[in-house]
């Protein structure tokens, strides 16, 4: 009898797995290009390293930004997730954004919007992305065509200059703009700016 019971829920968790893998969308095309919709730039008087490379760099100043992007793209995967570059620099995502389309994020300095381009590379783990990674993932987005924002989509997309004291005001900002852009991530906008942090 607990052997059949045991199979019985073997053969439930296998449905439901099965079930999950049929409904995870195909991972388009990589690299991927993502649409600039916001863009703040911060600078922080206490900084912070970021765990989101494999040199954790401190970050004290960059861009919050919000982007429309292919949700299949950002779709909770349980393996390497595409890893989302701006220029040289592994972005930060703070939401998924799989129901949205929208995804917001924190990308460290250096960075010019104006000149360099942002989209997802190869699906990895962020932690393990190196400077020689990055650039070889900058020749394949060139060599795809991957475009750099056009002038006046990234003039819209500009917003007045942050001034925060350290990544927990960061985060609250990133908050409100998961809020507006992704409603339904809301318990993760309130999970970053929990009362009284």
Do not use: C, H
């Amino acid at each position: 009898m607990k052997i059949a019971r045991a199979f019985g829920i073997l053969i439930a968790v296998v449905g439901l797995a099965a079930s999950a893998l049929a409904q995870t969308p195909q991972l388009p095309q990589i690299p991927a290009a993502v649409d600039l919709v916001y863009a703040a730039p911060f600078t922080l008087q206490q900084g912070f390293r970021s765990d989101w490379r494999n040199d954790r760099p401190l970050v004290t100043s960059g861009y919050l930004m919000v982007l429309r992007v292919n949700p299949s793209l950002v779709f909770p995967r349980q393996v390497s997730q595409p890893v989302l570059y701006a220029g040289v620099q592994t972005a930060e995502r703070i939401n998924v954004g799989y129901a949205s389309g929208y995804i917001v994020v924190v990308v460290p300095n250096p960075v010019d919007l104006s000149q360099d381009r942002i989209w997802f590379g190869t699906p990895e783990l962020p932690e393990q992305v190196t400077s020689n990674t990055a650039l070889y993932q900058l020749r394949m987005a060139e060599s795809a065509g991957i475009a750099v924002t056009l002038p006046d989509v990234l003039n819209r997309a500009l917003r007045p200059a942050l001034s925060l004291p350290n990544r927990t005001e960061l985060l609250r900002r990133a908050a409100e703009l998961v809020r507006q852009y992704a409603p339904d991530e809301a318990e993760l906008a309130d999970n970053l700016t929990p009362i009284g942090r």
